[in-house]
C-alpha cells in the first residue's frame, strides 16, 4: 500500500506554540535554519527513492525561492501550508481567502505549475473554520490534509472520518486526507508524525501504521517539519513549558527514526498515494 510522506515547510520560529512570543514582523530577525534542514530532509528522501508532498509556507518560499525550486527540481509535489502560518479559526473567511491567494500564486509562480493541495497552519480547519472547505475549492484546489480527526487543545475533528475522503462543499467536491489517527477500544491514538512521533518509540508508530493499513485499509498520512531534524536549533522562551515540551522533545532522534520509517513502508507524495488508494477502492467495488 502507498502511504503518503508530507512536509511542512516552515522554521522553528514560526511555530503556533510561539505565536504569542514571536511577533510576524521580527520574523526576518531570527537565524533562519529552514534552508539547511529542509536539505536534510531532501537527502533523506533521495537515499530512500521517496518522493513526498512539501506543504511551503508562503512567507518562507517568498524569501527562499531557491529552496522552492529545488524541492520542485527533485521531483516533489508542492501544495501550500498559508502564507503567514495564522491560524484558519482565527480569520475571516475574507482574511482567510487573501492569504491562501497570496500563498497559492506565488508558490504557481515558482514552480510553473498548479497548486491544488493545502494544509492548514496547526491542523486549524475545525467544526467553527469549516466554512475554509468551500474556500479551498472555489481557489482551485482539490485535495486538503487539515482536519484532524481527534481532539486536541489547537485543532481536531474526533467524529470527521480517518482515511481518505471526499467531502462534498457548496462550490463542489474536495478531497480531505487526514494525518493517521489509530482507533483502539474507541479511543483515537495520533501515529501520524510530527511531534508524536519524536515522543513515542519508533515500535508504536510502525505497529499502528501498520493496523492501518491492515485493519481500516487505507494508506497513512505522515508528517514532519524541517525543523524536527535539527536537535542544535535555537532555544527560544516563548509559548510556556508545554508548547517547548512539544517543540523541543527528542529532536536528536529524529533523523534516524525517519531513517528507519522510510525503509519500512511505501511512501510517495499525497497525490500519488490518494489516487492509488482511490483506484484500489475502485477495483474493490467491481469485484
Known amino acids: 500500500m502507498i502511504n503518503a510522506f508530507t512536509i511542512d515547510v516552515e522554521d522553528y520560529y514560526q511555530v503556533s506554540g510561539f505565536e504569542a512570543g514571536v511577533d510576524r514582523a521580527v ?19 533521495d537515499d530512500h527513492a521517496v518522493r513526498a508532498t512539501f506543504f511551503i509556507l508562503g512567507w518562507v518560499a517568498e524569501h527562499h525561492r531557491q ?23 482565527r480569520q475571516t473567511p475574507a482574511e482567510f481567502r487573501e492569504d491562501l491567494r497570496r500563498s497559492r500564486d506565488l508558490l504557481q509562480d515558482l514552480t510553473g505549475t498548479a497548486v491544488e493541495a493545502y494544509r492548514a497552519p496547526s491542523f486549524s480547519i475545525t467544526q467553527r473554520s469549516q466554512w475554509a472547505l468551500e474556500i479551498l475549492v472555489e481557489e482551485g484546489f482539490r485535495v486538503d490534509s487539515s482536519i484532524v480527526p481527534l481532539l486536541h487543545d489547537r485543532y481536531g475533528m474526533p467524529h470527521a472520518p480517518r482515511g481518505p475522503h471526499c467531502l462534498q462543499t457548496p462550490a463542489g467536491p474536495l478531497w480531505e486526507f487526514p494525518p493517521t489517527v489509530a482507533r483502539t477500544a474507541g479511543v483515537h491514538l495520533p501515529v501520524g508524525g510530527g511531534g508524536y512521533f519524536r515522543l513515542f518509540p519508533l515500535a508504536w508508530t510502525t505497529f499502528w501504521l501498520a493496523q492501518v493499513q491492515r485493519r481500516d485499509q487505507h494508506p497513512a498520512m505522515f508528517y514532519i517539519h524541517p525543523w524536527e531534524v535539527d536537535p542544535e536549533q535555537p532555544r527560544l522562551s516563548f509559548g510556556g513549558r508545554l508548547a517547548r515540551f512539544r517543540h523541543y522533545v527528542h529532536l536528536d532522534h529524529t533523523e534516524a527514526k525517519l531513517r528507519r520509517l522510510l525503509s519500512r513502508f511505501h511512501f510517495d507524495s499525497l497525490s500519488m498515494a490518494l489516487a492509488a488508494h482511490r483506484a484500489q477502492a475502485r477495483l474493490a467495488e467491481a469485484v
Not at 529545488?70 to 498559508?82: D, K, L, M, T, Y
Request: aromatic residues 12%; glycine residues 4%.
Open 67 to 89: 529552496l522552492v525550486t529545488e524541492i520542485q527540481r527533485r521531483g516533489h509535489e508542492i501544495g501550500s501550508h498559508s502564507f503567514w502560518h495564522r491560524l484558519v479559526y
Open 27 to 45: 520574523w526576518c530577525d531570527f537565524e533562519s535554519r529552514v534552508t539547511a534542514n529542509t536539505h536534510r530532509l531532501l537527502d533523506l528522501l
